[in-house]
């Protein structure tokens, strides 16, 4: 199953509710570059091996073009490709000024010892630089799955190498460490803004949950998840916390249930030490699969695409889909599912990665981090507010909690919250205006943007 074929499936399907030209329509849809990368590096044992790896750039109509580096033994150009289109339509209905890009690297990071490993990433990015593939104007990599901190980190270093250390080298990547002009927020970002619009679907549109007859309050939920990587790990944490219950969570190792509600914070220790989260509860199989078919409220796929297929949608008992992974669900799956299941789509759901992002690339070319300016300023001032309240109304009033100016986690979570409901109610806007369901709105939404932007600038001739 091509998966690069699967999203444009949607797109074509979206292309419906789109007034404008079909032509330019079809252009949008394409890739615009492709690099394949093949190069040796030299194991510890002292052998050969061969690596290979990709970098697509699907859109140019905002540069850079933006996008993760997903490591994995299973990765693939098409699914290169199609990573980078989801980014561009991502970007586009998160008003995220880049293009969609993606990158992979074809190994199974688990068999290479980190001496090993960061060869491999400094190789593949020495190749992207010599190939125009990199730089904070250029394309701007980012974590994906079996990437994160540390791969960052030396993508980082080997562009900042180099290019000779040029001014705005901190924004050549994302996903960096704090103390590498990362951002804070950035490691959870995804599972928490995943997280605002479960809390802002139950809290503030009953209304949408009311057409799927979903008449719960939060706080009543069951969940299940599979995938309990960077996604599906902080999305279940930042549930647990709010005593939401979970009860299913898979990874590659296999599934766990707890109808009672399974302890994030004891599972995190238990896999981390086990090496997969298969036997924390008695009640436990071997399948990562079975974290799909339970009688739950939530459904949230937090691992691989196509998961939810035409084999096993007849399985598929939950009354809403939240679509953390990339791809979850394949178009035939998704357009037969659509009328009895609220499916909230993953250019949506699982933006909040690349919505920090943008942040902590901002941060990066502006050298200063957010609130440093003014954090004390704002303290200042709501003493002196307090002060004069004090005086007029003769009473004391106790501020100590009051008083903080921002710090740079706050403005980040503030900023994350904003573009996830603004994103959110724009697409359910496009969907009561179309008379269409939130993925296909979400596409039309994206085609809109990206199609103004092209006509604005012209066809280079
Ligand atoms: P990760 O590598 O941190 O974790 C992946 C998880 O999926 C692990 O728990 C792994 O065991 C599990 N898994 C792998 N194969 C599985 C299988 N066959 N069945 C069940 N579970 C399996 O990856 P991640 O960063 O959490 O990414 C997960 C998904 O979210 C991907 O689709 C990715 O593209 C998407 N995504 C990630 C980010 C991000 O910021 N990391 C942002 C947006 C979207």
Wanted: hydrophobic share 40%; glycine share 8%; net charge neutral.
């Amino acid at each position: 199953m091509s998966f690069f074929k699967e999203v444009n499936s949607f797109i074509d399907y979206a292309t419906n509710y789109v007034k404008t030209d079909k032509k330019l329509l079809d252009l949008i849809k394409q890739y615009k570059s492709v690099l394949s990368i093949t190069f040796p590096i030299k194991r510890d044992n002292g052998e050969i091996e061969t690596i290979y790896g990709w970098r697509a750039q699907h859109s140019f109509h905002k540069l850079p073009t933006k996008g993760g580096i997903r490591i994995s033994e299973d990765v693939n150009l098409d699914e290169v490709m199609a990573l980078s289109a989801l980014m561009s339509y991502k970007c586009a209905i998160m008003d995220i000024p880049f293009g969609g890009a993606k990158g992979g690297i074809k190994i199974n990071p688990k068999k290479y010892s980190l001496n090993e490993l960061e060869k491999i990433i400094r190789r593949y990015t020495f190749e992207l630089y010599r190939k125009n593939f990199i730089g904070p104007a250029i394309d701007v990599p980012g974590p994906d799955m079996g990437s994160g901190e540390r791969e960052m980190a030396w993508i980082l270093d080997t562009y900042a190498t180099l290019s000779n250390r040029e001014v705005d080298y901190l924004a050549c990547v994302t996903g960096k460490p704090i103390e590498q002009g990362g951002i804070r927020g950035r490691k959870y970002a995804t599972g928490l803004g995943a997280f605002y619009v479960i809390e802002y679907l139950f809290n503030e549109r009953k209304d949408i949950l009311k057409k799927f007859n979903v008449e719960k309050d939060i706080e009543d939920i069951t969940v299940s998840i599979q995938g309990f990587g960077n996604v599906g790990y902080y999305l279940a944490k930042f549930l647990f916390d709010k005593k939401i219950k979970i009860v299913a969570i898979s990874d590659i190792t296999g599934t766990v249930f707890d109808e009672n509600g399974i302890d994030v914070d004891k599972l995190y220790e238990y896999s981390k030490e086990k090496g997969g989260v298969l036997g924390f509860t008695k009640n436990s199989s071997p399948n990562p699969n079975d974290s799909l078919f339970l009688e739950v409220d939530v459904l949230i796929p937090a691992a691989l695409e196509n998961v939810i297929n035409e084999d096993n949608i007849e399985k598929i008992k939950a009354k809403i889909i939240a679509e953390a992974a990339n791809g979850p669900t394949t178009f035939k799956a998704h357009y037969k599912l659509v009328n009895e299941k609220l499916i909230i789509p993953d250019i949506l759901f699982n933006s909040g990665g690349v919505t920090v992002s943008y942040f902590e690339y901002l941060k990066n070319l502006s050298h200063v981090r957010f609130g440093r300016l003014e954090k004390r300023l704002r303290e200042q001032n709501n003493i002196n507010l307090i002060k004069e309240i004090e005086k007029i109304t003769g009473k004391k009033i106790e501020y100590k909690n009051i008083l903080n100016g921002f710090s740079e986690e706050d403005i980040v979570r503030s900023g994350l919250y904003e573009s996830m409901v603004s994103g959110f109610n724009n697409i359910i806007q496009k969907a009561e205006e179309k008379n269409i369901d939130l993925k296909t709105a979400a596409f039309v939404l994206a085609l809109e943007k990206i199609s103004v932007s092209y006509s604005q600038l012209g066809i280079f001739p």
